[in-house]
């Protein structure tokens, strides 16, 4: 079946502009998950959600950045008032809802900001 | 606090000699682990996991991993290295069944399999 899927592939945007980055989950994963990859940081956590329970927003790195879930599925990633810093390729992965399962990434979003 | 270690920055192996890419992992309870692998411009690829049970766990494209709990560590090997095995391999822990969802992964090993 299909797998998870991120739009756009590539991004590249001014400072200071706004950006959504957009994830579209395996279907009947109940779990989602963002990502961020970046060369200083290494592979960072960023929000997971589950189900309709209340997101961990614990690895969100700024107020800057906020992510919301809509009917379940899709979910969108914003990013407001891009620094250079932001600059990474930025990662969802999902999976079914129990503690064991495997989490399955897309192929990502580079952003760059300029 | 979770954390995992990878000692490696890269691992340089002859084609047809065997792999082992290291990893430790730090943290409460009992651990879930993964490896994934990773090539240049895609996502992450599963590899395979510990959640628990047999301590030797096979995985996809001939990887296999040994879960041992007294050295916490989850070493990643293959008996016979393939060139196609060049990528960016990751380890992942997260805390067991009531622990963060979310993985904390090391820092990644890129691994150089020479003709």
């Known amino acids: 079946g299909a797998g998870v899927s991120q739009s756009p592939s590539n991004k590249v945007t001014e400072k200071g502009k706004d950006v959504e980055l957009r994830c579209d989950p395996i279907s009947g994963h109940t779990a989602l998950y963002w990502y961020r990859q970046s060369l200083g940081q290494g592979l960072e956590f960023l929000i997971y959600?589950?189900?309709?329970?209340?997101?961990?927003k614990s690895g969100l790195p700024s107020d800057r950045f906020s992510a919301e879930r809509t009917g379940g599925s899709v979910s969108t990633l914003t990013i407001q008032r891009t620094q250079q810093e932001d600059s990474a390729v930025y990662l969802c992965?999902?999976?079914?809802?129990?503690?064991?399962?495997?989490?399955?990434f897309g192929p990502g979003t580079r952003l760059l900001v300029l | 606090a979770q954390s995992v270690a990878q000692p490696e920055d890269q691992v340089n192996v002859a084609e047809g000699n065997p792999l082992t890419v290291k990893c430790t992992y730090s943290?409460?309870?009992?651990?879930?682990l993964f490896w994934y692998v990773q090539y240049p411009n895609r996502g992450l690829q599963f590899l395979l996991k510990?959640?628990?049970?047999?301590?030797l766990v096979k995985g996809s494209y001939g990887f296999e991993a040994e879960f041992n709990k007294s050295q916490t560590s989850f070493h990643l090997k293959k008996p016979s290295a393939l060139v196609s095995d060049s990528a960016l391999y990751f380890c992942a822990v997260r805390g067991g069944h009531t622990g963060r969802r979310a993985l904390t992964f090391g820092s990644g090993t890129r691994l150089q399999v020479q003709p």
């Open positions: 959600f589950q189900g309709n329970s209340a997101p961990d």
């Open positions: 510990y959640i628990t049970g047999d301590n």
């Open positions: 943290v409460s309870g009992n651990p879930y």
């Open positions: 992965a999902s999976s079914l809802g129990q503690a064991q399962e495997t989490q399955y």
